[in-house]
């Protein structure tokens, strides 16, 4: 079967091996060669097990190499744990737009769910409550947010690139994107089925309470609420706001004791080698998030997130930069491999052993979530290293001088 300029299929793959490979070696990078070795191993000998003659989309199968051609070390059945953003529905409004991800979507999500938010410079996400919290990392540009807890005090502050800020449960609030080019952010939830388009809206409230209840409620005349919408307005255009220091005395009383607002792009990194660093924010120092924590990897070419598992709370990804693979070993035999790259969510079961490798020639950065007050992981790497080495050595027969090499101490970015 031929395509329509007459290259067979075959013909096609095979060029585009042999280009693949031809590029990787004019990089030095080996990476990819690693990746192509893995997946060679389990071929037949006529290379037929790797065609694929019939109907195809290429563009996907492309972004998603190691499920179609997996290394040989993947095995049984994993359900996936990937989606992307690119694949959701966009509800598009003047002043920005919004898409989310939910265990509707992606069935292995069951704690967390994520909104990919978008606002213009004056954008409003109005006001609004919800009944899980809201965990937010800012992605691009510059944003207000404003909240009021139980007892009336406020919280009004910006935000900017590699910000973080909490809002606890039920705790009403809103978003606006300042000049010059608005804001883009990532809005993670607590609760996997949450739907960011099923909020307590201010103007939906308003709108479905008679303003003879309204006007009682407020002291004023039911005239003077007649200008209220008859709708919810979910994001709307407004001018931009003017000084953070008069929205904050505007907003008077007692400010919330505890912050909403974490810088995480000014703390130093709580793990850093020359393979790459990880700053985490969690309840020991974003006091406010009790309910999530993070992390922010880099990694940079050539590195790897090491092997390692997290005991307290499935992991829930988000993909900034660059392109990696992840492997997830959910023992039994099974372990499966999957691509990802910017926009892309991945999802790892609690204690389930997994790694991530920068499989492009560029700085790959990565969130980790967790619904849990605070970080955990554990190393492979280091619960061999303070393991009895011959104990060890008894299970896979590796030698005493292979066991000294092995780091002590959790890199988390490799090599050292």
């Not at 307590?200 to 209220?228: C, Y």
């Not at 994001?235 to 929205?247: M, N, R, T, Y």
């Not at 007050?373 to 104990?391: F, G, K, R, V």
């Amino acid at each position: 079967m031929k395509e329509d300029n007459g290259v067979s299929r075959r013909s096609l793959l095979k060029s585009g091996i042999a280009a693949l490979a031809t590029a990787t070696a004019a990089t030095g990078y080996a990476a990819g060669s690693a990746q192509a070795a893995d997946r060679q191993t389990d071929r037949g000998s006529s290379d037929r097990s790797s065609s694929n003659p019939g109907p195809r989309n290429s563009a996907l199968q492309e972004q998603n190499t190691d499920s179609f051609q997996p290394p040989s070390t993947d095995h049984g059945d994993t359900p996936a744990f990937k989606y992307s953003f690119s694949l959701s529905h966009n509800r598009t409004y003047k002043g920005g737009w919004a898409r989310q991800v939910t265990v509707r979507d992606f069935p292995i999500s069951k704690d967390l769910a994520g909104v990919n938010m978008r606002l213009t410079a004056g954008g409003i996400r109005e006001l609004h409550w919800h009944v899980p919290a809201e965990w937010a990392y800012m992605i691009y540009g510059a944003a207000r947010i404003t909240a009021v807890d139980s007892q009336g005090r406020s919280f009004v502050q910006d935000v900017g690139a590699g910000d973080l800020w909490y809002f606890p449960s039920g705790v009403p609030h809103s978003i606006q994107g300042l000049s010059p080019d608005g804001a883009e952010f990532l809005l993670v939830f607590d609760d996997g089925a949450f739907s960011e388009f099923d909020t307590f809206q201010i103007s939906d409230w308003m709108a479905h309470t008679p303003r003879s209840v309204l006007a009682k409620n407020f002291g004023v005349s039911e005239a003077a609420l007649r200008p209220i919408p008859e709708r919810e307005l979910y994001i709307f255009q407004a001018p931009v706001p003017g000084a953070l220091e008069s929205d904050q005395r505007a907003a008077g009383r007692e400010q919330v004791p505890t912050p909403y607002f974490f810088s995480l792009r000014a703390q130093e990194p709580a793990r850093k080698t020359r393979s790459g660093e990880v700053r985490i924010a969690d309840s020991k120092n974003f006091a406010a998030s009790i309910s999530v924590a993070a992390a922010l990897v880099r990694v940079k070419p050539g590195g790897l997130r090491e092997l390692h598992w997290h005991p307290n709370a499935d992991e829930w990804q988000y993909y900034v930069s660059g392109q990696a693979r992840m492997t997830v070993f959910a023992a039994s035999g099974r372990a499966r491999t999957m691509d990802f790259a910017p926009g892309d969510v991945g999802y790892v079961l609690r204690s389930t052993g997994h790694y991530i490798e920068n499989t492009s020639d560029s700085d790959l950065v990565f969130i980790e979530t967790f619904k849990s007050p605070y970080y955990q992981d554990i190393s492979l790497s280091q619960w061999i290293a303070h393991t009895p080495p011959e104990l060890i050595a008894q299970h896979l027969h590796i030698d005493m001088q292979t066991l000294a090499a092995i780091p002590r101490e959790k890199a988390v970015v490799v090599p050292l």
